[in-house]
């Protein structure tokens, strides 16, 4: 099974829910992992902060009307943010209906606007929408720097500071396909070689990896394990 892009399997997706409502939080923390997703809450913009910093998302539910630092400007400070980090869609969950705050919240860069009070079941499938959406988004070509390291990935060629370093052809693989989910956790079941013996192949691939592509590999900056998952790569 080939590895997945970023909100292509809505089924596998993390999301963060921000809503400053504990009831409101948890119904659809409920709701939402009932029907496949991994959900983690927050209920103000201060902790959602807190949570970005560590974890990647592959989208945000915001609630608009919280008390300090409301919706909009969590998703401004959001879109600030370099790179990939800054692109993880939002759908902006709100009591605010109106059509100066739904133009509001598309001009900072929301993905979509559902009102409150809501049907679950379009939750559901506006989330969906956006994690197709997002999957459709062409994958990563070229080039990719990982420090002083280039990956080729049409030609399966890496090199450190200039000089060719030796892949071998699975080695090409894991590297390949971790490239093309960039900056996303792909699950182990899903590299090549992780269906064998619990997924121990690709473990000890990403350990001969670490050594090539990372300055410490003990504490590695571009290949990353992702608890519960299984790995991310994070270039340049």
Request: net charge neutral.
């Amino acid at each position: 099974m080939s590895a997945r892009r970023a909100g292509q399997d809505p089924v596998r997706a993390h999301l963060l829910v921000i809503d400053d409502d504990d009831r409101t939080r948890d119904l659809l923390k409920e709701y939402l992992t009932r029907h496949g997703f991994g959900v983690s809450t927050a209920a103000d913009a201060a902790g959602a902060r807190k949570l970005l910093a560590s974890l990647r998302f592959d989208l945000l539910v915001v609630d608009v009307m919280m008390p300090g630092e409301d919706g909009f400007s969590l998703t401004r400070w959001l879109r600030a943010r370099a790179g990939d980090a800054g692109a993880a869609p939002v759908l902006i969950l709100t009591a605010r209906g109106q059509p100066d705050d739904r133009i509001e919240g598309l001009r900072l860069g929301a993905d979509d606007y559902l009102s409150k009070p809501f049907d679950p079941e379009e939750l559901v499938l506006r989330i969906q929408a956006i994690l197709r959406r997002v999957a459709a988004r062409p994958a990563a070509q070229g080039q990719i720097k990982l420090g002083l390291c280039v990956f080729d990935m049409a030609r399966g060629e890496l090199t450190a500071d200039g000089a060719p370093v030796r892949l071998t052809e699975s080695e090409t693989n894991l590297l390949r396909t971790l490239a093309n989910a960039a900056h996303a956790a792909v699950d182990r079941g899903d590299l090549p070689g992780g269906g064998d013996a619990g997924g121990r192949a690709v473990d000890i691939q990403v350990t001969r990896l670490r050594r090539k592509i990372e300055i410490d590999p003990a504490n590695p900056r571009y290949l990353r394990t992702v608890r519960g998952r299984g790995y991310m790569l994070t270039p340049d």
